[in-house]
């Protein structure tokens, strides 16, 4: 079986390799037949990963201890839904998952694209195929998930914090986002090197844009709610290395995503989508060397290899080409037009542009900052959460703020009075909200404040728009389904305010206290008072699991369990939080008990109360409904692109 | 049977790689179709046409639902209305030389404003 992996993957690498030298070939020299078989060879690249991918999953579910991959990441009492998320839990297979993602979409997206764009598809494979060689390269060179061993009796076993079914989703939901953005990169590069920069390569990859972008957005949502439930620290984003690397790429897509819709419409910021484009891929690229190289600390670094310097050269590498194809491409990328006027729909998106891009670097700046200080200086300075918080604040408030405005500015030029007729109602909406907030006490937090206004605000003016453009339209209906990117973009919007909402509301008014108990003595928070009961300890058949059982009166009255499992395969610790969600309070009550010992009967007890945070994870349903109602295939779109280019076929 | 499978593998994927050469093995025309100067034009006045009826529309769909005054709407809608002329003209010769389809160089709103477009994205 390993050697059918082998096999797969070293015909993989060959694939790759022909479609990239291949493909080139016949771009440069304009032939039709060799580009056809550069395009097979990309088509063979994925099917032949697919073998190999599947020949890892059977290993997996058979427990097949001579992988020794398999031997590494699970063990025989690992149910199977958890032996198979061993695929992404180690570096091997997730790089496995990375080859499989990318030949699987890039074949597609070739496949769908091939007669419409056949000039533009003949570069876009080699790039595509360039992408591959690399993975595959490392695949079979560097780190196989085929190398096998005389069989143990038993495996390791998976991760305890990996076994958590949202680890069953997060990770290749982060992939299919991660690798999604070289679909854009690679039509991109593909437009510059044929030297048609037009519009084509931007309606090609509008979909796969925003389908990656949604997986890397939803994905971070799963991961935040895996940190909530099984890190167990009472938060859910750390400002992680590893996290803030799939929010970079997700923040210059957000970019890229909006800063397109002024190329569509105004032929304008064709450079600047270029660089965003590049700088979401290469962004992606480089939290694959961040996750996987070791190079910086973080929860999410399970796995410390050599593969790190063959990422950053292929980074370092890919960056340049970037760099020079758009140099190279300048006089093609020239604007027709400029900008009208500052106050306009354009110029808003500039701003939220130059803002989300900031936001970007800056983040971007925290993460490199240690590496930084560890190669000048010798030795490691992170940068802690305020430095990141400060600019959230800096920089997301005012996107907030953008998000209300942006939509209710006309196109082209629009006139402060007639903007401020137009905001009048969502800053009424605003005031009164601030007032009553600061009437209930929400003034203790200034942050907090502001951004529950802002939030008000910008459902005013989602509700207000969606209400004037039904009343222009006659249904609310016919006017999401006659303009569903942008509604789906308004969907989207509503999602980010209920996400503001809830980061407000969990970190600028949550409430914790901690204490030292033995059975009988109780600690009480915001109207709650808990009772430590009893200690309790019990044996599976992987863990001896300690729990503190705490009797909870107030607002909600039942019985709270925390504390932790200590594993035996792996034999590593695992915090067992215990979590209540008060639904009528819209909070949160998180229990952490540490430290508890069984003997003494005295626990270490962390209390918060964390208002609001549940709408975090309602965020990310709507999140979904918005980008499928933006996903949506729209019929009379595509009649009109293939009228648009079907001169171009004949 | 391992190596079997991988080396069936491997010799399907070289066929299916080599199948355009199979299938033609002198071809009488090996050139890629890639749109020439005059079709890159052509795709460039297309883009040029749809932005400009595309922004006509939002024009239109923003002074419907407020976004817009009148004085603004009267000032903007006239070059908009001349722009996507001319694109339309420059696409389609065989049109009656300087006259504007369907009175789209008219300054001033009339009944077709009335007809609210959403306008795609």
């Known amino acids: ?209 925003l389908a990656a972008w949604t ?45 397109v819709m002024i190329q569509e419409r105004k032929g304008m910021l064709k450079v600047w989508n270029m660089v965003l484009v590049a700088l979401a891929f290469e962004l992606s690229v480089f939290g694959t060397f961040l996750t996987r190289s070791g190079v910086v600390n973080s929860i999410h670094s399970f796995a410390k290899s050599p593969i790190g310097g063959w990422f950053l050269a292929f980074v370092v590498i890919s960056s340049l080409f970037s760099m020079g194809l758009i140099m190279f491409r300048l006089p093609l990328l020239k604007a027709r037009t400029k900008l009208e006027s500052a106050l306009s729909r354009e110029a808003a998106f500039l701003y939220n542009n130059l803002l989300l891009v900031a936001l970007c670097l800056t983040v971007l700046w925290g993460v490199l900052f240690p590496i930084l200080t560890q190669l000048v200086k010798g030795e490691t300075r992170t940068i802690g959460r305020p430095y990141y918080d400060f600019f959230l604040r800096a920089f997301g408030l005012p996107l907030l703020l953008l998000m209300g405005i942006g939509p209710l500015i006309a196109w082209r030029k629009a006139s402060a009075r007639a903007l401020l007729r137009t905001l009048a109602w969502p800053i009424a909406v605003m005031l009164v909200c601030g007032a009553g907030l600061v009437a209930v006490g929400a003034g203790s937090s200034k942050p907090g404040l502001i951004a529950y206004t802002f939030s008000a605000f910008v459902l005013a003016t989602i509700v207000l728009e969606l209400v004037r453009g039904a009343r222009a339209t006659g249904s609310l209906l016919t006017l999401i389904g006659r303009n569903r990117r942008r509604y789906g973009g308004y969907i989207v919007h509503a999602a980010v305010v209920l996400l503001a909402i809830g980061i407000a509301g969990s970190s600028a008014y949550g409430r914790q206290t901690e204490a030292r108990l033995v059975p009988g003595q109780s600690v009480a928070i915001s109207g709650y008072t808990l009772t430590l009961r009893a200690v309790r300890v019990t044996q599976t058949p992987n863990a001896t699991e300690t729990r503190a059982l705490l009797d909870v009166r107030g607002p909600w009255s039942g019985t709270i369990s925390s504390g932790a499992n200590q594993y035996r395969f792996p034999p590593e610790p695992s ?66 692109l293939v009228t648009r280019l079907a001169p171009a076929r004949a | 049977m391992s190596i079997v499978a991988g080396i069936v593998l491997a010799a399907l994927v070289v066929l299916l790689v080599a199948l355009p050469f199979l299938r033609e093995p002198v071809a009488a025309d090996d050139r890629l179709e890639a749109p020439g100067e005059e079709e890159a034009r052509r795709l460039s006045l297309v883009e040029e046409r749809d932005r400009a009826l595309g922004a006509l529309k939002e024009l239109e769909f923003d002074h419907r639902t407020g976004k817009i005054g009148d004085d603004d709407y009267r000032e903007l809608v006239g070059p908009l209305r001349r722009e996507a002329a001319r694109a339309l003209r420059a696409l389609e010769p065989q049109r009656r030389h300087g006259a504007a389809p369907e009175g789209l160089e008219s300054a001033e709103p009339t009944a077709r404003d009335e007809v609210v477009a959403t306008p795609q994205e």
């Not at chain 1, 991959?69 to 025989?76: E, F, I, S």
């Open chain 1, 215 to 259: 997986f890397l957005g939803f994905g971070q949502l799963l991961g935040a709610h895996w940190a909530y439930v099984e890190v167990g620290w009472g938060g859910y984003y750390a400002w992680d290395p590893v996290e803030n690397a799939a929010l970079m790429p997700w923040l210059a897509a957000t970019a890229f995503l909006h800063s």
């Open chain 1, 1 to 209: 079986m390993a050697d059918l992996g082998r096999a797969a993957l070293v015909v993989s690498l060959g694939l790759s390799v022909y479609a990239l030298v291949a493909g080139i070939v016949a771009a440069r020299g304009n032939r039709r037949r060799l580009a056809a078989s550069a395009r097979n060879a990309l088509f063979c690249s994925f099917g032949s990963t697919l073998v190999a991918a599947a020949v890892l999953a059977t290993a997996l579910v058979r427990h097949d201890f001579s992988f020794a991959y398999v031997a590494a990441h699970t063990n025989r009492t690992l149910p199977t839904a958890y032996a198979l998320s061993a695929f992404w839990g180690g570096q091997e297979g997730s790089l496995l998952l990375w080859l499989l993602v990318l030949t699987g979409y890039g074949a597609l997206a070739v496949a769908l694209n091939r007669k419409l764009l056949r000039d533009l598809t003949a570069w876009v494979v080699p790039v595509l195929g360039g992408i591959a060689s690399f993975f595959a390269f490392v695949l079979v060179a560097v780190a196989s998930p085929f190398d096998t061993q005389t069989a143990p009796l038993d495996g390791a076993g998976l991760t305890p914090s990996l076994q958590n079914p949202y680890m069953v989703a997060h990770p290749p939901m982060l992939y299919l986002g991660y690798v999604g953005l070289a679909i854009p990169f690679a039509f991109a590069a593909g437009a510059m090197l044929s030297g048609r920069t037009d519009e084509r390569w931007i309606v090609a990859t509008r979909r796969w844009t």
């Open chain 1, 575 to 640: 915090r067992e939080v215990g979590i209540k969600t008060n639904w009528t309070r819209a909070e949160d009550l998180y229990v952490i008990a540490d430290d508890v010992n069984p003997t003494t009967k005295v626990v270490y007890v962390k209390v918060l109360v964390k208002p609001l945070v549940n709408l975090i994870w309602i965020a990310g349903i709507v999140f979904l409904l918005g980008s499928a109602v933006a996903l949506w295939p729209d019929a009379r779109e595509q009649r009109r």
